[in-house]
Nanobody, 115 residues
Framework: QVQLVESGGGLVQAGGSLRLSCAAS????????MNWYRQAPGKQRDLVAG???????NYADSVKGRFTISRDNAKNTVYLQMNSLKPEDTAVYYC?????????WGQGTQVTVSS
């Protein structure tokens, strides 16, 4: 079992920044990768960013150059630094990990960007 708890969401004006955190209940060093997804109302849940155990990162085209994913193995936490936020970034953001073939999700944190 893996519990994931996200935090850091909120309301911000366009052009502003937020940093999301995802704290895991077990050592993230053992995970092959961790991801951030987001889901806007009426839309599917999409991958925003991922970070592999090796440190390799990948981003959705829509956030490249604005978002940065990072991990702190000592704190069992993954972060998503979001800069230059746009109204279209408004969504619930979810942390995700695959562990022994099962997908685990956090409860999500709301990010709202006002224009």
């Amino acid at each position: 079992q893996v519990q994931l708890v996200e935090s850091g969401g909120g309301l911000v004006q366009a052009g502003g920044s937020l940093r999301l955190s995802c704290a895991a209940s077990r050592s993230i060093f053992n995970f092959n990768g961790m991801n951030w997804y987001r889901q806007a109302p009426g839309k599917q849940r999409d991958l925003v960013a991922g970070i592999a155990k090796s440190g390799t990162v990948n981003y959705a085209d829509s956030v490249k150059g604005r978002f940065t994913i990072s991990r702190d193995n000592a704190k069992n936490t993954v972060y998503l630094q979001m800069n230059s936020l746009k109204p279209e970034d408004t969504a619930v953001y979810y942390c995700n990990v695959e562990w022994y073939g099962l997908q685990y999700w956090g409860q999500g944190t709301q990010v709202t960007v006002s224009s």
